[in-house]
């Protein structure tokens, strides 16, 4: 991710941010980050001040937090040690629409430490699905094949009891859903020659003292 380049954070922060701000006197805003290694040891924070001055978090205007969030990219890197793996979980009623660009988006994904979890709902059919799902065929985007299988689809409507035994209708769910998963994690650990590690501490949670104080200011 480059910085002051648009993803979903900025556009998803601009444009809410610039509502928001209006109703806000003086328009300063405290930005905090959480779950990051910062500079200069790499420790881990589960919350911080996104313009580095944990004294004073506070950016002017939605302009100030957005500068403050193009800054912190600056130290962001991506997680390749095997320390932390990802599962994305995509629950969908419809069609796919914009299909050329999931693709690109799978194959991109497939280097990085996750996997894919659709679970599609209601009558529509999900061909698309299906075919994002690899098994028979490895995804390609604009001649790059994904480097591994990383989707795995399930319809809801096979899974539903129609007797009504809902527990075992879920158990069974469940038990689809997660049926590639370990494959999957197992695939990229032993691609990048990473082996099983010592446990990581138990996480603590941090207190700020922003949390406990009232910041609305209209």
Known sequence: ???????????????????IQDYDSDKMFPALGFGAKLPPDGRVSHEFALNGNPQNPYCSGIEGVMEAYYQSLKYASAVTDGSQYFILLIISDGVITDMAQTKESIVNAASLPMSIIIVGVGPAEFDE??????????????????????????????????????????????????????????????????????????????????????????
Do not use: C
């Open 129 to 218: 699905m299906i075919e994002l799902d690899g098994d028979e065929e490895r995804i390609s985007s604009q001649g790059r094949l994904a480097e591994r299988d990383i989707v795995q689809f399930v319809p809801f409507r096979d899974y539903v009891d129609r007797r009504g035994n809902h527990i075992l209708s879920m158990a069974r769910l469940a038990k689809e859903v997660l049926a590639e998963i370990p494959d999957q994690f197992l695939s990229y650990m032993r691609t990048r020659g990473i082996k099983p590690g010592t446990s990581p501490p138990p996480y603590t949670p941090a207190t700020h003292p922003l949390l406990a104080r009232r910041v609305s200011r209209i």
């Open 1 to 19: 991710m480059s910085p002051y380049q648009l993803n979903a954070y900025t556009l998803a922060l601009r444009a809410v941010g610039e509502i």
